[in-house]
């Protein structure tokens, strides 16, 4: 069974740049035809698609967000990760990795609270 | 930038039969866009209910289904039960890589 957990700082100060990574088990990263992708959700708000990576190592980013984010792949380690850039208070939410394509919807990590504060 | 518009809250009376919609800003949803739909209780992940506009996913009660009504997609719930008393969120695939999520439903069984 397909498991995902995100992991990383729980606290960034503004101006600094959040990375967090998502360990797979339970399946390859390397599966492919799905995106691997980030979620998030600020305190009380709807959930924000932040962007994904697919099989073949293309990325895709929400617009909004574009200028600040990186996410990467290593398949040696099963993992994915996101970088967002000069984070604001604005960017504290729960961030979600999850496994997802258009036919089959998405598969979510558990999710992991991220506080931006000095 | 495209909005997927759903409605802000929704009440149901235990046994009763809601349904909830996902639209477009701009345009019509159609099957094309995948529609997939999502409940959430406070504190919890997302957990999958539908995908690609009427599939079940795996564990989740008949009482949940999809479909598209009219130029929207559409998820209803019949026989709401007090445990269905969640969030429900649903997202499109816009194409090229990119999905965008509905700002979700407060459902409120009473």
């Known amino acids: 069974q397909l498991q995902l957990q995100e992991s990383g700082p729980g606290l960034v100060k503004p101006s600094e740049t959040l990375s967090l990574t998502c360990t797979v088990s339970?399946?390859?990263?390397?599966?492919?035809?799905?995106?691997w992708g980030w979620i998030r959700q600020p305190p009380g708000k709807g959930l924000e698609w932040i962007g994904s990576i697919y099989y073949s190592g293309s990325t895709y980013y929400n617009p909004s967000l574009k200028s600040r984010v990186t996410i990467s792949v290593d398949t040696s380690k099963n993992q994915f990760s996101l970088k967002l850039s000069s984070v604001t208070a604005a960017d504290t939410a729960v961030y979600y990795c999850?496994?997802?394509?258009?036919?089959?919807?998405?598969?979510w990590g558990q999710g992991t609270l991220v506080t931006v504060s000095s | 930038q495209t909005v997927v518009t759903q409605e802000p809250s929704f009440s149901v009376s235990p046994g009763g039969t809601v349904t909830l919609t996902c639209g477009l800003s701009?345009?019509?949803?159609?099957?094309?866009?995948?529609p997939s739909w999502y409940q959430q209780t406070p504190g919890q992940a997302p957990r999958t209910l539908i995908y690609s506009t009427n599939t079940r996913s795996s564990g989740v009660p008949d009482r949940f289904s999809g479909s598209i009504l009219g130029n929207k997609a559409a998820l209803t719930i019949t026989g709401a039960q007090a445990d269905d008393e969640s969030d429900y969120y649903c997202v499109l695939y816009m194409g090229s890589g990119s999905w965008v999520f509905g700002g979700g439903t407060k459902l409120t069984v009473l």
């Open positions: 999850a496994r997802h394509k258009a036919a089959k919807g998405f598969c």
């Open positions: 701009s345009g019509s949803v159609s099957t094309s866009y995948y």
């Open positions: 339970g399946g390859s990263i390397s599966s492919s035809s799905y995106y």
